[in-house]
């Protein structure tokens, strides 16, 4: 047992008494499929469904009310984050996990953090988080099939190459601004594999 065993159990009265039934089902399944990962990728398992749990901590929070919260607790907010709040609900859960429940190590909190528009660098377990996020079992998009046979079956450079092209891809397909640190995320992806970010599989 290492700290993050030991945390599930208070996560999940945490999550319950913070987020609506639709968002705790949906963590919950997070925290399945990226104990499942870590697994595979030899990521702490602990530590991953504890991220998967606690991931979306901050959903159910406006983004004008995350950014009145960052701003009063002097947490810088980007113009592109002020602008587009909602995905302040990635670095603010990280904040307020760590004051709602002492202990999460700092590895868990990196992983909370950085699962909507990643970072530089990522972790093993921030990039299982960000796919678990991707592929828990409701979710269901055009792809979703093909990057879950990736999960199961490729590297995980090239399972990570695969989910953030598709989310930059789905970005840029429908006419919306990218945050500025995706270009510099895809770039070091594609020198990490190889390959460019939107090419097809090398697996499944
Ligand atoms: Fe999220
Ligand atoms: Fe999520």
């Known amino acids: 047992m290492n700290r993050s065993s030991d945390l599930l159990a208070p996560g999940r009265a945490l999550i319950a008494s ?20 870590a697994r595979r990728f030899g990521v702490n398992e602990a530590d991953a469904e504890l991220a998967g749990l606690l991931h979306d901590y901050a959903r159910d929070t406006s983004g004008e009310v995350l950014v ?33 429940l002492p202990g999460v190590g700092e590895s868990v909190l990196s992983a909370i953090e950085v699962h909507t528009v990643g970072a530089l660098p990522m972790s093993d377990l921030d990039r299982v988080v960000y796919l678990a996020d991707m ?20 590297p995980l450079a090239e399972c990570f190459r695969l989910g953030y092209g598709r989310s930059v891809r789905y970005v840029l397909d429908r006419g919306l601004p990218l945050h500025p640190i995706s270009t510099a995320v895809g770039a070091a992806i594609e020198r990490e594999t190889g390959r460019a970010l939107f090419d097809p599989a090398a697996v499944a």
């Open 135 to 154: 592929i828990e079992p409701a979710r269901d998009y055009p792809g979703v099939e093909q990057l879950r046979r990736a999960c199961e079956a490729g």
């Open 18 to 37: 913070y987020l609506d039934a639709g968002s705790v089902a949906h963590s919950e399944r997070v925290a399945v499929t990226a104990g499942r990962l």
């Open 68 to 100: 009145e919260m960052a701003d009063e607790a002097g947490i810088p907010v980007s113009p592109f984050e002020r602008e587009h709040s909602h995905l302040l609900h990635a670095r603010m859960g990280a904040v307020l996990v760590r004051r709602d």
